[in-house]
């Protein structure tokens, strides 16, 4: 039985949207054409991650101005867990992956 993969995006320590994407570039292993903006992250995620689970945490630790960046993710997070679970049904090799906020 194969290890279950979990990936932990940790925002502590970041104070901009550049560090925000610089973070998600580290974490997920993007190559180094990842865009930094939410297009490749969806692009890369719905493609490149292999992961059983990804926690995300250390958002309150940044400024308030950040939450609709963060609203932004967290739809893209469901939508790819969504369009796996779909795609799984045609797909066999293809899973979703969950995601949980933690804070």
């Known amino acids: 039985m194969k290890e279950k993969k979990i990936i ?11 560090d925000i994407h610089a973070r ?14 939410w297009s490749a992250f969806w692009d890369l995620l719905s493609t490149e ?15 308030a101005e950040y939450k609709d960046v963060f609203d ?3 739809e893209i997070l469901e939508r790819n867990k969504t369009r796996h679970a779909e795609r799984m049904k045609v797909l066999d090799w293809m ?5 949980t906020i933690v804070d």
């Open 49 to 63: 991650c292999d992961a059983d689970e990804v926690i995300v945490k250390g958002e309150s630790s940044m400024p």
């Open 8 to 18: 932990i995006l940790d925002f502590n320590g970041c104070k901009t949207y550049r």
């Open 24 to 37: 998600i570039h580290e974490t997920f292993g993007f190559p180094d054409w990842y865009g930094r903006n």
């Open 95 to 99: 899973k979703p992956f969950e995601y």
């Open 72 to 74: 932004i993710m967290h």
